[in-house]
């Protein structure tokens, strides 16, 4: 596998997809992409039947490879869900009254990031928010300031150990190597959010199948993450159980006529519903299907605006609010968002890379085309800091430390 190539594959509850992506001249170049259902493999974001994932897996790889002309060996994983945590942490080391050094840097932020964390997790990200030095906040990059005391704000996300390690585990079975791990909606972020968004304050709400992920970026920093267990899959099942019909079929009514009451065109449009069992289909009122949609919608917002507030985020958001993920294509759901949000909100749709645009050119891309961003951007990262160290930064021992260089991102 060349070593300009990058493949981000997103692991769903509904669905893997994988993406190739081909460095030229510092760009990203979208080269290949396939996509396969999990066929029940996953639930909400947590891996439940491994040989159903592995073949979901392969599957898509085996598309992404043939549309792209390469045989992919290595990829960068997504992790999501319920399985991941997030919290801030604080840092101090003493500089002795000189210039800090990339030394020190990473000492401030291992001091950061010593704290308990129970046996059954792991850190994925340790993420850089800001420095201070002797009391002065908002400093980006701290090398070559003369100070006495440094400090670093961080946010940590850990993940369960088993969850990670059956995400691996799949990736392997499939023939493939986990290259990185990174958490799904710091991906989607880096798809489908501007740098000028992510510095003014901005909320990132990934409505998935399982789950529904909201990422909060303020000065171009991740500030908070908060994972609902409630995704478009629940959707699916309000309509099955309410018109009711198939969950395949309640599928593709949501897909084709569900909306929020906000914008229907024509509440007594007449909408076929095929039957259950054999059973006629009948014919209902699209009214009566948009106010399922509406209603479990309206809830899943408003839980996302309680969280908003309780992180304390509801005023400094300036640059709003963003929805991604497949679900967030139902047909006014941008506009109930802002309504309950109180706060601009657009859809996100995947930017920022070159060659297939318009086939990536959809929100339910928005994670896979980010892993590649979020790997090539970690890549080059790397290499500055390698570049400027005065000492190598070494790992020790374990499988988990042969992935730190992906569990550290000064970002």
Not at 104 to 129: F, G, K, M
Not at 147 to 166: F, M, P, Q, S, Y
Not at 285 to 314: M, Q, T, W
Request: aromatic share 4%; glycine share 12%.
């Amino acid at each position: 596998m060349p070593q300009d190539l990058i493949v981000g594959l997103d692991i769903g509850t509904t669905k893997i997809c994988a993406v190739v992506g081909e460095v030229r001249d510092r760009q990203v170049e979208i080269i290949g992409l396939g996509t396969a259902p999990t066929a029940g493999g996953l639930r909400k974001g947590v891996v439940v039947n491994i040989e159903n994932t592995v073949r979901s897996i392969r599957k898509a790889v085996e598309e992404a490879e043939t549309m792209a002309g390469c045989e992919i060996r290595t990829v960068f994983a997504g992790v999501g869900g319920g399985q991941t945590k997030g919290f801030n942490s604080h840092g101090i080391i003493a500089i002795k009254d000189r210039e800090v050094s990339q030394a020190d840097v990473e000492r401030v932020i291992d001091a950061a990031r010593t704290i308990a964390i129970p046996s059954d997790r792991e850190v994925i990200h340790t993420l850089v928010q800001d420095f201070m030095i002797d009391g002065q906040d908002g400093i980006k990059d701290p090398i070559g300031i003369h100070g006495v005391r440094l400090e670093c704000k961080v946010h940590i996300v850990t993940g369960a150990v088993t969850a990670l390690n059956n995400i691996i585990k799949c990736a392997n079975r499939a023939g493939l190597e986990v290259g990185g791990i990174a958490l799904q909606s710091l991906a989607s972020g880096e798809a489908v959010l501007t740098e000028e968004e992510k510095e003014l304050g901005v909320a990132l709400v990934d409505f998935g199948g399982g789950t529904t992920d909201l990422a909060i970026f303020s000065e171009n920093a991740l500030r908070h993450n908060f994972v609902l267990p409630v995704g478009g899959n629940n959707l699916t099942n309000d309509i099955a159980i309410g018109l009711p019909s198939s969950l395949q079929n309640a599928e593709e009514l949501k897909k084709h006529y569900g909306c929020c009451l906000n914008v229907i065109p024509d509440p007594q449009e007449l909408v076929e519903v095929p039957g259950l069992g054999g059973r006629k289909s009948k014919s209902l009122p699209r009214g009566k299907l948009s106010e399922i949609v509406h209603l479990r919608v309206a809830e899943i917002l408003n839980y996302v605006a309680k969280e908003i507030n309780r992180a304390g985020f509801a005023n400094p958001l300036i640059s709003g609010a963003v929805l991604t993920g497949g679900t967030s294509l139902v047909e006014g759901l941008p506009e109930l968002a802002e309504e309950i949000f109180n706060l601009p909100t657009r859809r996100g749709y995947p930017t920022g890379v070159g060659g297939l645009s318009d086939v990536i050119h959809d929100p339910a891309y928005a994670t896979a085309v980010g892993l590649v961003l979020y790997a090539h951007r970690t890549q080059q990262n790397q290499q500055r800091r390698r570049g400027r160290s005065s000492r190598p930064s070494g790992a020790s021992g374990g499988f988990w430390a042969r992935l730190k260089s992906w569990f550290r991102e000064v970002v």
